[in-house]
């Protein structure tokens, strides 16, 4: 799939991934770089659109405990 390769490319990959993630931390979209990235998440919400699939996109101030951060994102627990 298009969407998951650019991803791939595009968007690092946290540490905690890589071990299991035995935390089950989680990662956020950080506001002032994201505009590219929902954008490119635009195909897979037409798709749930189109299947009547609900979902939610939020915004937080406090997603929770940074464990991780890079340019576009955040992991946290």
Do not use: C
């Amino acid at each position: 799939m298009a969407v998951n390769e650019w991803f791939k490319e595009q968007l690092p990959e946290p540490p905690f991934y890589q071990d299991g993630n035995p935390n089950r931390a989680i990662t956020w979209f950080k506001v002032g770089s994201s505009e590219e990235m929902v954008t490119e998440l635009q195909p897979l919400m037409d798709l749930l659109d189109k299947y009547h699939v609900q979902y939610d996109i939020v915004f937080s101030n406090y997603p929770g405990t940074i464990i991780y951060e890079d340019e576009y994102q955040v992991g946290v627990i």
